[in-house]
């Protein structure tokens, strides 16, 4: 069996320099990534937003997030973070904290962060202690889940498994922050936390039939595959692959071995995980095929379901590849958790096939998505990326947002220096051939690079993006192979290499990489020219929207408008928080592109002074946009931005602004007099109203997700001013014949004998009595009961109107 060993790297390293006719020695083994402790960041925006995110996660209260740990094992402890900490998500943030401690620690060694993070590894000992069977989670009221599911009582929905909101996913964090404080610190305490945990696993599953495993992955599990392989190499146990397995979704994994698309209208972030898990099982298990459904999957959402940015989902779900449309116009744009776990699944894409595409994805994502979703001052965190143009995003404040993307966040801007490099090691030709020694550069980010095991030391330096070229400066001798990413943002034959100020003849071309093998010297330079060109990119469905980048920076514009409007982009702590919820700005009324593309890209001007920044006067068309300027959207901030640009001929403007008009009139108005609104069947807006139910199914129709039940579910609608007056429900015409009630706060306010109709989707509305509505103080619980043998639903849509 082949295993890539990520926890003890070292010990492959040192062997690796075996002869070759060495019994130990393994042909061509796989890249692998360099330990964080032997990458360290210079100045530039990542080593900024690496100390920012230091201090937001050292600012976080340790002990508010260690309370869900001990409050379910029975030990004292003050208060919670409220937010998704107090609401079921109880305990995530922690998992997510110890992961971005140990990944802080071994980017920075800072004694301080390991400090913190010993603290907190010895007080979640306590509490798996007190459990008595390695359990340990915050997930509130726990025990009583874990008993039904061994029992082999499961119900399971997309985002509930025995009515707690995505339990698996919950303790899948906490999994991980063992396996990286042991991965990134050797912290012993946390790896024996980490088996003693993956034992109570096993034994509460061992019993469960393939089926009854499939029935629970339904729920969202995170990566729990995944984990397992890393647990099966820490103890070298195979039952955890075993368990790896067994936590492999096949209902996801079967289209992608047969490189089918079927992930429309599917939870996106749910999905990323699972495919890593995938990869990793192939890997561990040498399944060609799992490892080539991975690499199926990855090209689908790059080249067919991502933006720009190289984020993806709309809503958190992936829309049909061949239409955009929502992206431009939701607010609810690319959810940054998504981008996240994409770059990891890149990363194990690349160690064993170290292709171009995957820097060039890597980076396009990671400037323009990553770092962009952090504010620069307060190290606050972006959960949705607006597309939509003349909208904006918020940030999480320190003690208030306790987001998915707060979690994945605190890890991201931890280890910026993860994939700058790769290493690995080939045989030379001859009799008496060794392994050479490889080094690939995927990231031109400034960085010290120290392979203590060769003693191979080199420094890049570096202004990239504002200036394009690099310099990378050997301090060190020895041979060795260095391989510079040619990007495909670079045009054939401009890339420009010289070596101690030689020109050097180049024969790669854009997308691959420039291989220099040869016995270095302490003090050779390569200094590396990357020639960047401003382009357009439309969506991937070829619609006319587009955006402007340069080199691989998307450039993106601040506009305003609204006059004197005052904007809250800090969010507080409520359920939706993390949502841009100011007023939307008519599509009619958004920055036009004029002319062609040619004329457009020929026109931009770039303005002294100021880098990577250009005029766009009198090339785009709009209000108040005399003085407009395009910069790189990572340095936008605390500001409606346009980035997606309707792109139309100065003749055709005007037709195209009545089109746009014509097309949002209803949706907007229908928008400004909604108060609330839930998405039936969509995993966020339904846990954001506190969906309960039994009985209950979702699914996709036509394209629209739909919940029923056949004995009840509710949502808690939110009517802050007390303004309510009717409640519109969407159902479908295939529905036909199911008999139910409604109920708003236990009170009937409709009594359903069919839902049929002749079209496809319709609404009906029904009137809120105004007693009950000043009753219910701004909270309204909508509940739809079914009627003895039919079925209540399909709801496609809850709407609370003025």
Not at 201 to 206: G, P
Not at 784 to 800: D, H, Q
């Amino acid at each position: 069996m082949h295993m890539r060993n990520i926890i003890k790297q070292s010990t492959f390293w040192l062997g690796s320099w075996l002869l070759i006719g060495s019994a130990s020695l393994q042909a061509e083994p796989a890249l692998e990534l360099f330990p964080l402790e032997q990458v360290r960041l210079l100045e530039s925006p990542f080593l900024a937003a690496q100390n920012t995110n230091k201090q937001y996660l050292m600012a976080l209260d340790v002990e508010k997030l260690l309370a869900p740990f001990r409050r379910e094992a029975g030990l004292p402890y003050k208060e919670t973070y409220g937010n998704w900490e107090s609401t079921g998500l109880d305990g995530h943030i922690g998992g997510h904290y110890i992961s971005a401690l140990a990944l802080t620690y071994a980017s920075t060694g800072d004694p301080a962060v390991l400090a913190r993070l010993e603290y907190v590894i010895t007080e979640l000992k306590k509490c798996q202690d007190k459990n008595g069977n390695g359990y340990l989670a915050g997930l509130p009221e726990g025990a009583g889940i874990w008993q039904e599911i061994a029992r082999g009582d499961i119900r399971a929905d997309n985002f509930s498994t025995n009515e707690r909101w995505v339990p698996w996913y919950n303790l899948h964090k906490t999994f991980a922050g063992l396996r990286d404080a042991y991965r990134y610190t050797g912290n012993e305490t946390a790896k024996a936390m980490l088996v003693a945990f993956s034992e109570w696993t096993w034994a509460l599953t061992k019993d469960l039939s393939d089926e009854q495993m499939q029935t629970l992955l339904h729920t969202e599990h995170g990566g729990m595959n995944d984990v397992f392989v890393d647990v099966a190499d820490i103890t070298g146990d195979k039952r955890y692959l075993h368990l790896a397995e067994r936590f492999s979704h096949r209902a996801i994994l079967q289209p992608l071995l047969e490189k089918r698309d079927a992930l429309t209208g599917l939870h996106a972030n749910t999905q990323i995980p699972k495919v890593i898990g995938f990869k990793r099982v192939g890997d561990a298990e040498q399944l060609a095929e799992w490892q080539s459904a991975a690499e199926f999957f990855w090209e689908t959402v790059v080249n067919k379901r991502s933006v720009a940015i190289g984020g993806n989902s709309v809503r958190e779900h992936f829309h049909p590849q061949d239409n955009f449309h929502s992206m431009i116009e939701d607010v609810e744009g690319p959810e940054t958790c998504n981008t996240y776990n994409m770059l990891k699944l890149t990363e194990q894409l690349f160690l064993d096939n170290p292709l171009g595409k995957y820097g060039d994805y890597y980076e396009r994502a990671l400037y323009n998505h990553i770092l962009g979703s952090q504010h620069p001052q307060t190290g606050g965190f972006v959960y949705f990326t607006p597309m939509r143009p003349n909208h904006y995003r918020v940030y999480s404040q320190v003690h208030d947002g306790m987001w998915c993307c707060v979690g994945s966040g605190l890890e991201s801007h931890s280890k910026y220096a993860e994939f700058i490099y790769a290493r690995g090691m080939k045989k030379s030709a001859g009799w008496f051939a060794r392994n050479i020694p490889q080094v690939y550069v995927n990231l031109f980010i400034p960085s010290q690079l120290n392979w203590k095991e060769t003693g191979i030391r080199l420094r890049q330096e570096n202004q990239f993006p504002d200036v394009p070229e690099t310099s990378i400066v050997l301090e060190s001798s020895g041979r060795f192979t260095l391989h510079l990413r040619y990007p495909q943002w670079v045009e054939a034959d401009t890339l420009q290499l010289r070596i101690n100020g030689k020109v050097e003849k180049i024969s790669s071309q854009p997308g691959n990489y420039l291989a220099i093998e040869r016995r270095w010297k302490k003090g050779d330079k390569l200094d590396i020219r990357l020639p960047m060109k401003p382009h357009l990119e439309s969506l991937p469905d070829g619609s006319s929207y587009y955006a402007v980048l340069y080199g691989p920076i998307v450039l993106a514009a601040k506009t305003q408008p609204f006059a004197h409007e005052q904007l809250r982009y800090f969010a507080d702590d409520s359920r939706m928080g993390h949502i841009a919820q100011g007023q939307q700005c008519p599509l009619e009324a958004a920055p036009f592109l004029l002319g062609n593309s040619q004329a457009f890209i020929e026109q931009l001007k770039p303005v002294a002074g100021k880098p990577l920044t250009f005029s766009a006067k009198g090339l785009i068309n709009g209000a108040n946009l005399d003085q407009l300027e395009l910069i790189p959207f990572f340095r936008l901030h605390e500001s409606r931005y346009t980035l997606y640009w309707p792109y139309t001929s100065a003749e055709g403007l005007a037709g195209a602004r009545k089109a746009a008009a014509d097309a949002e009139a209803e949706r907007l108005a229908l928008l400004q007099q909604t108060i609330d609104q839930v998405s039936p069947g969509e995993q966020q807006p339904e846990s954001d109203h506190f969906y309960q139910g039994e009985q209950s199914e979702a699914g996709i129709h036509a394209g629209r997700h739909w919940r029923h039940t056949r004995a009840w579910f509710s949502y808690v609608l939110n009517d802050p001013k007390v303004e309510a007056k009717t409640l519109r429900i969407t159902y479908a015409g295939v529905d036909a014949g199911r008999a139910f009630e409604i109920r708003i706060n236990d009170q009937r306010i409709a009594e359903i004998e069919s839902t049929g109709d002749a079209r496809e989707f319709f609404t009906v509305d029904y009137a809120l009595p105004a007693a009950l509505v000043k009753n219910a103080q701004g909270k309204l619980v909508v509940k739809f009961i079914a009627k003895p043998g039919s079925i209540a639903g399909g709801i496609y849509g809850v709407r609370l109107l003025r």
